[in-house]
Structure formats: C-alpha cells, structure tokens
C-alpha cells in the first residue's frame, strides 16, 4: 500500500501539473477563438493595405472586426490577391473572406454566403477626354474592355459577346493604367472602389461614366467554407446586431460609402 503522505504529495503534483496546462497560451478557458481571415489589397475603400502601419485596412476590414466583437471571436486578417481567396478558403488556409466579393450563383456552389453586408453594382470607366455616352455595356460594343480576374464582371462582359476583346487585371489601379494609356477602350470594376479612388487624385487622366447603369447588380457578404453552418450563424447573428445597433451606417459613413 502507498504511504498516505506519499499519495497525497501525488496528488498535488497532479494537480499543479493540471493548472499549468490550463494556463497554458490559447488553452485558457473562456478564451476567443481567432479566425484567418482573407482580404484583398487592391480595393480602396473595402479592403486596402495602409503603408504607414503595413496592416490591411477598409470597410469590410472595420466590418469583420466588429462582428467578431459582436460573436466574440478575434480576427487575423491575411492578404490575398482577389483570385485567390476561395481557393485559400476551400483549402483551409483561412477560415472567412471578408472583400469586395459579390454573391453569385455560381460562387454559391463553391461556397457559402453570410447576410448582406452592402449592395452595389459595377462602375464604367473611360478616359478623362473620352465624351462619349454610354448608358450600358452595350454601347461599347466591339471595344476592347477590361475588367479584374477572379469577379463577376469579367463573367458578364464575356457572356455578353459583343466585345472585340475582354482583358482580365489584378488590380483597378492596373484597368485604370490601361484605360489612361489608351490600351483598352473602358475598364469595369467596383463601383464604390472606382470612385473613392478618383475622388482621392488616383487617376486625373480617367473618368467615372455617370449615366452608366451596372449590370452586375449584387451583394456584398462575408462568405464561409461551403456547409460550415456555426461559423455562418456566428456572422449572420452578427450582422443582425450590427444594422440594429447603427454600427454598420457607421462604418459606411467612415468610408463614404452611403
């Protein structure tokens, strides 16, 4: 038999051991749980990388954050170029997108989409010296376009067939190089990002086209791994509260985007 003393001395060894695991980083309990989330650098004022703090910033960076408090998890925002972002999301690289992503049906097969964070359609832009009228993608017809690979307006400019050539770009800041120098016709892209940018000095040589009606009209939301239902209740609880309280107009007053 085991001296008493010797199993109690056991026992509080055990226990320490116990308490020290406990406290262990990560393992505390009651701790957040902290998401990979991906985001794009190329859109001004959704997502963007700010040079004086090297970290992404941007409406849908302000809103991800805030429904993490709401859902009481912690964010990693990690940045990615747009046409990556399912596939890192599908893989496990990262757990949520939050971007200027517009729901689709066909990106609804792949995945799974939160509520409505913010609706908008495409913008049109042309050269600053350019004074023609275009109403619709139909005006351009037999142009030479461009829009950024991985969206939904490459989609819709390639299954509209009327154009000479459709060119695919990482970035609005590369459309719009093109548009300045002449190398396309017009460029398509996100409406808010097209004119926040110009509105900041991003391109004196390109105009937003204000007549022109978008074609792709959709929205904006946080997207999950497809069937990942407890992390897409977390968000839509989240955004729920966030368009209750004012939180979300008020990050849309901060960017502009109203």
Not at 51 to 67: C, F, L, P, R, Y
Not at 127 to 140: E, N, P, R
Request: glycine share 10%; net charge neutral.
């Amino acid at each position: 038999m085991v001296p008493f003393v010797k199993r109690v001395a056991g026992l509080a060894a055990g226990l320490a051991t116990s308490l020290l695991i406990a406290a262990a980083p990560g393992m505390a309990a009651g701790a957040e749980p902290t998401y990979k989330v991906g985001a794009t650098a190329t859109g001004v004022p959704f997502t963007f990388l700010d040079v004086k703090s090297g970290a992404i910033q941007g409406m849908m960076v302000d809103a991800i954050t805030t429904a993490g408090k709401e859902a009481g998890f912690q964010v990693d925002v990690q940045q990615s170029v747009f046409s990556a972002l399912i596939p890192s999301l599908t893989t496990q690289k990262i757990d949520i997108i939050s971007a200027a992503m517009l729901k689709t049906p066909a990106r609804q097969q792949i995945v799974d989409f939160s509520d409505t964070v913010y609706s908008y359609g495409e913008g049109l832009m042309v050269k600053a010296d350019d004074t023609g009228h275009y109403a619709s993608m139909d005006d351009l017809k037999g142009q030479v376009v461009g829009a950024q690979v991985g969206t939904a307006f490459v989609d819709a400019l390639n299954k509209k067939g009327i154009f000479k050539e459709v060119r695919t770009y990482d970035s609005v800041a590369d459309i719009m190089r093109d548009v300045a120098l002449g190398r396309i016709k017009a460029g398509f892209g996100d409406q808010p990002i097209i004119a926040y940018q110009l509105e900041h000095g991003a391109n004196a040589q390109v105009r937003l086209v204000k007549e022109y009606q978008p074609t792709v009209k959709g929205q904006v939301c946080f997207v999950v791994r497809k069937g990942d239902a407890a992390t897409l209740d977390q968000l839509n609880t989240a955004i729920r509260k966030m368009k209750t309280d004012g939180s979300l107009q008020a990050i849309l007053q901060k960017w502009h985007m109203e």
